[in-house]
């Protein structure tokens, strides 16, 4: 079973600039509700029971949302409104289920996934990009079935235009069906000419524990970041199995200025 999830919060959202100037991007309101909160129903609702939280000392506004005891306890002293109440109760109930992990530079993915290392107790866990939202349904619970049925790992995937494929990680696929590929190989970030498809890695993954050993030598790839899709790479070429999973939600990619008020949109009409 996959009872523990991690969720990279470090970055520095240079792409939603001035808003993440202050807050982290992953606190900004979707339709009235952090895009973090989004990511952890969707955690919850797949059975996920802890949650390590990759954040900065810079990101430590992450931390307060979660233990801010004395605001709300001073709050409903006061007035003792039901949804503040409620509201308290569920940060309570959530905070018993994260850990805080730091990663004070944002070197990548694939070390912001090292840095928790020592708090994974399973075979496998699952991993969640916090800039890609999926709706509709649950994605992490269809890979989290996928994997319980394969042993193998799982990564979420879409096709991607043509022109773009170098916004992303690129799949190299055989024995294709309607909902589920194996995957041959992965490219970070290729250009037009060496992706090898146009279905792209979407931030959901289900991985395997050894990866840590070999994220333990990786070097530093495109832009000077230890990507996790290197990793990954290292363990396709030594005979592990990947599956790659074309998931029925709608995704909203919120990592982006454009795409993040498109989500606010879309979520608005749901
Ligand atoms: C990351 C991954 C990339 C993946 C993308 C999905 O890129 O490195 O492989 O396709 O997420 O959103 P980033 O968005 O951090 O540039």
């Given at each position: 079973?996959?009872?523990?999830?991690?969720?990279?919060?470090?970055?520095?959202?240079?792409?939603?600039?001035?808003?993440?100037?202050?807050?982290?991007?992953?606190?900004?309101?979707?339709?009235?509700?952090?895009?973090?909160?989004?990511?952890?129903?969707?955690?919850?609702?797949?059975?996920?029971?802890?949650?390590?939280?990759?954040i900065?000392?810079?990101?430590?506004?992450?931390?307060?949302?979660?233990?801010?005891?004395?605001?709300?306890?001073?709050?409903?002293?006061?007035?003792?409104?039901?949804?503040?109440?409620?509201?308290?109760?569920?940060?309570?109930?959530?905070?018993?289920?994260?850990?805080?992990?730091?990663?004070?530079?944002?070197?990548?993915?694939?070390?912001?996934?090292?840095k928790?290392?020592?708090?994974?107790?399973?075979?496998?866990?699952?991993?969640?990009?916090?800039?890609?939202?999926?709706?509709?349904?649950?994605?992490?619970?269809?890979?989290?079935?996928?994997?319980?049925?394969?042993?193998?790992?799982?990564?979420?995937?879409?096709?991607?235009?043509k022109?773009?494929?170098?916004?992303?990680?690129?799949?190299?696929?055989?024995?294709?069906?309607?909902?589920?590929?194996?995957?041959?190989?992965?490219?970070?970030?290729?250009?037009?000419?060496?992706?090898?498809?146009?279905?792209?890695?979407?931030?959901?993954?289900?991985?395997?524990?050894?990866?840590?050993?070999?994220?333990?030598?990786?070097?530093?790839?495109?832009n000077?970041?230890?990507?996790?899709?290197?990793?990954?790479?290292?363990?396709?070429?030594?005979?592990?199995?990947?599956?790659g999973?074309?998931?029925?939600?709608?995704?909203?990619?919120?990592?982006?200025?454009?795409?993040?008020?498109?989500?606010?949109?879309?979520?608005?009409?749901?």
């Open positions: 079973m996959i009872k523990q999830a991690i969720i990279p919060l470090a970055g520095l959202g240079t792409r939603l600039l001035p808003l993440t100037s202050v807050l982290p991007k992953e606190l900004l309101p979707i339709n009235g509700k952090p895009g973090l909160e989004y990511i952890l129903d969707e955690c919850i609702e797949a059975g996920i029971k802890e949650i390590i939280f990759v900065s000392k810079k990101k430590n506004s992450i931390k307060k949302y979660y233990y801010n005891d004395t605001f709300y306890r001073a709050l409903i002293k006061k007035k003792k409104d039901k949804k503040i109440i409620h509201e308290y109760n569920k940060i309570k109930k959530i905070k018993k289920m994260i850990k805080f992990v730091y990663q004070n530079s944002p070197t990548g993915t694939g070390d912001a996934i090292l928790c290392r020592k708090f994974i107790k399973d075979n496998f866990f699952l991993v969640l990009l916090p800039d890609d939202l999926i709706i509709k349904r649950n994605c992490s619970l269809s890979m989290i079935k996928l994997h319980n049925k394969y042993k193998a790992s799982i990564i979420a995937s879409k096709r991607v235009n022109a773009e494929v170098s916004r992303w990680g690129i799949f190299n696929l055989k024995k294709i069906n309607k909902t589920n590929f194996l995957i041959n190989d992965v490219i970070e970030k290729p250009t037009i000419k060496e992706a090898p498809s146009n279905f792209a890695v979407i931030g959901r993954y289900i991985l395997p524990k050894k990866i840590f050993k070999v994220l333990e030598n990786q070097k530093a790839g495109k000077g970041e230890i990507h996790i899709t290197d990793a990954i790479r290292t363990l396709l070429h030594n005979e592990n199995k990947f599956l999973h074309r998931f029925n939600g709608k995704y909203l990619d919120c990592g982006t200025m454009k795409g993040y008020i498109n989500s606010t949109l879309k979520i608005s009409k749901l």
